[in-house]
């Protein structure tokens, strides 16, 4: 599979990606799951980047998943999801940015039990 942007590069259309927290609580064993199947299988199917703390830490983990150019345009934000520790969610994350992600495709009822609303100031990690 070629490689995929993993940054909003200058000009170009910006497709739907994720924000993985990795830091000293998502993706540490203060957590159960498997944190490095989780950020691989991630990575296998959509653009990824890695953050540090979130500033969240009792939602670990946490994943932000960001529009695309098209979703922004349609009104959509980012989306928070916290407490992500099951392969099952991360499937689901998977299909939904494969889907086109916010303002694009309907978020899967499911991640509705993972939604966050985040502090004011991390709106936009
Ligand atoms: S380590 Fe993820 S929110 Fe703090």
Not at 34 to 43: G, I, M
Request: charged fraction near 25%.
């Amino acid at each position: 599979m070629p490689e995929r942007p993993t940054k909003e590069t200058s000009g170009g259309p910006v497709p739907c990606r994720v924000v993985v927290c990795r830091d000293c609580c998502c993706g540490s064993p203060k957590v159960t799951g498997d944190h490095a199947a989780q950020t691989a299988r991630l990575r296998a199917e959509v653009p990824v980047r890695i953050s540090d703390c979130l500033d969240v830490c009792d939602q670990a983990n946490v994943i932000v998943v960001q529009p695309s150019t098209t979703g922004r345009a349609a009104g959509a934000r980012p989306v928070w999801l916290g407490l992500v520790n099951d392969p099952d969610a991360t499937e689901d994350i998977v299909a939904w940015v494969r889907a086109g992600g916010p303002g694009v495709a309907p978020q899967p009822d499911i991640l509705d039990l993972y939604a966050f609303t985040p502090p004011r100031r991390r709106a936009e990690p």
